[in-house]
């Protein structure tokens, strides 16, 4: 049986000690004696949170299918066990075989968010791994970074050995063969990171040197060992269809947030929404086969037992073959109690249909994401969905019967004015208007319209990273305004307002586009006991406030100062195939309010067809 | 038709709670191929009761749930294959065939448990087996038993059926069911208590061996497991 790293005492006065006991339905054990490489792959966030993200399982899928290789899961201790790990010395440990993190070979750790930079070092400080990658030995795990927020790993560099920059397919074999040449060459664990370098698409941040101009900014970034290349190329696989899948996730015995079978339809996005990043650094748009896709389905829905399935993608109704699956996931699955989730889908006859067959119109709300209030600002943002789609859809919606609508909005976009910011409120009545056209003995009640707004983060690889920000108390005056809105508005008892907190923005601006010099608030706001700052309960702005104070870094210089066309930005190291002139040109055109086409309808030549796949190269072979 | 599925919960699954048992069982049911019923309306839910919650931290041999099947299975072959598809911690013994009235579902019909209660850390008195056996012969031992609501003085002695000690463990059959239910950490609490043995001094693992119906009439106990309430089904 089994023995477990935390002992019942400790286990029975947690909440959830399901957390750390590993034994789920289909995780992998393996005789670690009968191994070469010991991978662990952490989520730095709790198991309900890291157990619902598809990359990691696939990523575990695809190492465990090596004999070789035993890849083993980690999640970030909550708060309370946090403090009984400190207080006893108890090492971080993986779910599967309960062993110390330190004893591993690999530390991967996906980075998907900007507010979990914190939970990384509770992470590295928990299994007893010098948080600075110079500070590591022989007898350390390699530390490898991944995910969405390594195209910017500069915040972070002192604590990582590699990133690994795009999609985890591709040279993660090359890499666990490379290591495995390594260990029994009784070369150095530099040695070891110079191979790694060479590696197309992995970084080693301790081989470049950044310098600064006097205002701050960046003056030159030059690696510094002769086998690091000066880019770095982004990893895209582009037969999505043969890339390896997970035909056998795990199944969490508590409930993650997604408890449920998720079929990825398809990578990248053609509409090129200007605030975007996934819609930048996953392109070229790449579909997998429908066939592919339904054979899964079956499989994975035997292997779990899930009664939900979902599709993933970043824009579900783009996909070609989106009637055919959706069809076929109707008729195989509905009558056997399998719930069918359709996320990001825009609204239309087709989806309104499907989602009839799908749920209950009375209980289920409809979800819009028009992102700003005015058409002029949709041009800006390049959101090419009109007033017009938004009242017809919710029109055709409340005409079958649905009565609650969800609507998404940014605030804090570039150009954006008071009429902007006021629209957001009067677009939400015109649509509740809509609603109320109806005759009064056809309707279901009430409407609820429930509009949210985010503050717009600048993203890196987006034609908005020479975008500058706002002050929190800045970003409150909007959200006021709307809501101030709201209240003079027709509707308004049928009308709800949301808005995101503005302190975290602020922070996840700096560590967005923040360089080298962020890690050490980072490290402050860490020694000063931030963590899980993505969570209400457990985020201490002030605390943050006194890291920045503390080590002297300026969030101004970060958010508020408006970046040159020809500046020189911690990330351009990074090649994603879509080149900075493009990006540039798009931020013009957004200046202007001018529109671009999505890829389909016209290319715009923004680089990624050098990736040789996908859209670009749609019917024409 | 009904079934009665009979399994044991061991190991570290002792730290998986009530509903997400229930939840394991649920998706089991589909990775196994077992045809089970359906509630109607939007969002049909497996028609499937527990005969009752199994406390964090407990373990058993005889943990007990009803489903509804919509076509005969063979009992060995059911069991066989939820048996592949489970994980170590839980062990399917047996599915039976139980009649069809509502009145016989386990929830309904529990009337007893047997438990196991060994220390797990720290330590009895020397004496222990005599001060408990002293404990038992009380008349009545009466207890605060809170509940959500309120707080009442109740005596537990009548509801525990029968004890024995058993090696260095502790063996007893404590009433359970809708009616009346005894919790074995309660007994052991109140046993601490009178006998001044300090709370932090000692812990106790709780197992659970088995559950009965009361088949008996006039008054007189007659209890019965579950399990043999069914019967085996092939085909």
């Known amino acids: 049986m089994r023995k477990l790293a935390l002992s019942d005492e400790i286990l029975l006065n947690i909440e959830k000690p399901a957390r750390y006991i590993g034994g789920e339905v289909n995780s992998v054990m393996k005789d670690k004696d009968k191994v070469d490489v010991r991978f662990a792959m952490c989520f730095p966030d709790v198991y309900e949170i890291g157990m619902s993200h598809l990359g990691i399982q696939i990523l575990y899928d695809m190492f465990n299918r090596r004999e070789d290789t035993w890849c083993e899961r980690v999640y970030s201790p909550w708060t309370d066990l946090d403090k009984v790990m400190r207080d006893q010395k108890i090492p971080l440990f993986a779910l599967e075989s309960q062993d110390p993190v330190k004893k591993f070979d690999f530390l991967g750790i996906t980075i998907q968010f900007e507010m979990c930079y914190t939970n990384i070092l509770q992470i590295l400080e928990l299994s007893h791994i010098p948080l600075h990658a110079a500070e590591r030995t022989d007898a350390d795990p390699v530390v490898i970074g991944g995910g969405p927020c390594s195209y910017n790993p500069e915040p972070l560099a002192d604590f990582f050995d590699i990133f690994y920059i795009g999609e985890g397919e591709t040279v993660y074999d090359e890499l666990l063969d490379a290591y495995k040449e390594w260990k029994g060459s009784g070369k150095n664990r530099k040695e070891f990171l110079e191979r790694a370098a060479e590696i197309e698409g992995l970084y080693v941040p301790q081989f470049y040197d950044a310098a600064y101009k006097e205002d701050g900014t960046l003056l030159s970034f030059t690696p510094n060992n002769a086998h690091a290349p000066a880019r770095v190329k982004k990893q895209a696989v582009m037969e999505v269809t043969d890339s390896p899948y997970p035909m056998k996730p795990v199944v969490p015995f508590i409930k993650a947030t997604q408890d449920r079978v998720v079929l990825e339809i398809q990578r990248g996005c053609i509409r090129g929404c200007r605030f975007c990043q996934a819609g930048m650094i996953y392109r070229p748009t790449r579909e997998r086969n429908v066939e592919t896709l339904k054979e899964y389905a079956r499989a994975m829905l035997k292997n779990t037992g899930h009664e939900e399935i979902s599709l993933s993608s970043l824009s579900s109704s783009d996909y070609s073959e989106l009637k055919e699956l959706v069809t076929f996931l109707i008729d195989e699955f509905k009558d056997k109690g399998i719930n069918i989730s359709l996320p990001s889908l825009r609204i239309d006859a087709f989806s309104l249909d499907v989602m009839s067959r799908v749920q209950d119109i009375r209980k289920s709300s409809l979800t819009f994401a028009p992102e700003a209030g005015s058409q002029r600002m949709r041009n800006v943002i390049n959101k090419g969905l009109t007033e017009e789609d938004i009242l017809e859809g919710a029109g055709q919606a409340f005409d079958g019967g649905w009565s609650k609508v969800k609507l998404y909005f940014m605030l804090g976009l570039p150009t954006e004015t008071e009429v902007d910011m006021r629209e957001i409120a009067r677009l939400s009545d015109r649509v509740a208007r809509r609603y109320y056209e109806i005759p009064k003995e056809q309707r279901n009640g009430k409407c609820q319209i429930t509009a949210s707004s985010s503050f717009f983060v600048p993203k890196p690889f987006t034609p908005f990273q020479w975008a500058s920000m706002f002050s929190a108390e800045e970003y409150t005056r909007r959200a006021s305004i709307v809501k101030e809105e709201f209240q003079a508005q027709l509707n308004r008892k049928s009308l709800k307002y949301n808005w995101h907190d503005a302190q975290t923005t602020v922070l996840e601006g700096v560590m967005a586009r923040g360089d080298r010099r962020v890690g050490k608030v980072i490290e402050e706001a860490y020694r000063l006991g931030c963590l899980f700052d993505s969570w209400t309960e457990c985020f201490h702005n002030e605390l943050w406030m006194q890291a920045f104070e503390n080590t002297g870094v300026d969030i101004d210089f970060y958010n508020l100062r408006q970046r040159g066309a020809d500046e020189l930005f911690p990330w351009d190291f990074i090649d994603i195939g879509v080149s900075r002139k493009f990006l540039y040109r798009e931020w013009e055109k957004a200046i202007q309010g001018e529109v671009t086409p999505n890829c389909r309808m016209q290319c715009s030549g923004c680089g990624a067809a050098s990736f040789g796949g996908g859209v670009c190269y749609e019917g024409k072979n | ?235």
């Open chain 2, 1 to 235: 038709m009904k079934a009665r599925i009979k399994f044991r919960k061991y190991g570290v699954l002792r730290f998986i709670g009530h509903l997400d048992v229930m939840r394991f069982f649920q998706k089991l049911m589909r990775r196994a191929d077992i045809p089970i019923a359906f509630t109607g309306g939007y969002s049909p839910h497996m028609i499937m009761s527990f005969a009752s919650p199994l406390g964090i931290g407990l373990t058993s041999d005889g943990e007990y749930l009803d489903i509804e099947l919509t076509a005969p299975v063979d009992s060995r072959e059911a069991v066989r294959r939820m048996n592949e598809e489970c994980v170590e911690g839980i062990e399917v013994l047996s599915i039976r065939q139980i009649p069809d009235e509502k009145k016989t579902t386990g929830m309904t019909i529990l009337a007893a448990a047997d438990y196991l209660i060994s220390v797990k850390n720290g330590s009895l008195p020397e004496n222990w087996k005599n001060e408990f056996a002293d404990f038992m012969t009380q008349k009545e031992i009466r207890v605060i038993k809170q509940t959500k609501r309120s707080e009442r003085e109740v005596d537990i002695r009548p509801l525990i059926y029968r004890w024995k000690i058993q090696g260095e463990s502790i063996w007893l059959q404590l009433a359970a069911g809708s009616v009346d239910n005894l919790k074995p950490d309660l007994v052991m609490e109140t046993f601490l208590s009178v006998c001044a043995i300090p709370k932090d001094s000692v812990s106790f693992a709780y197992h659970r061996l088995e559950m009965y119906a009361d088949t008996g009439e006039a008054g007189k106990r007659n209890l019965v497991s579950l399990e043999s309430l069914g019967q085996e089904i092939s085909m």
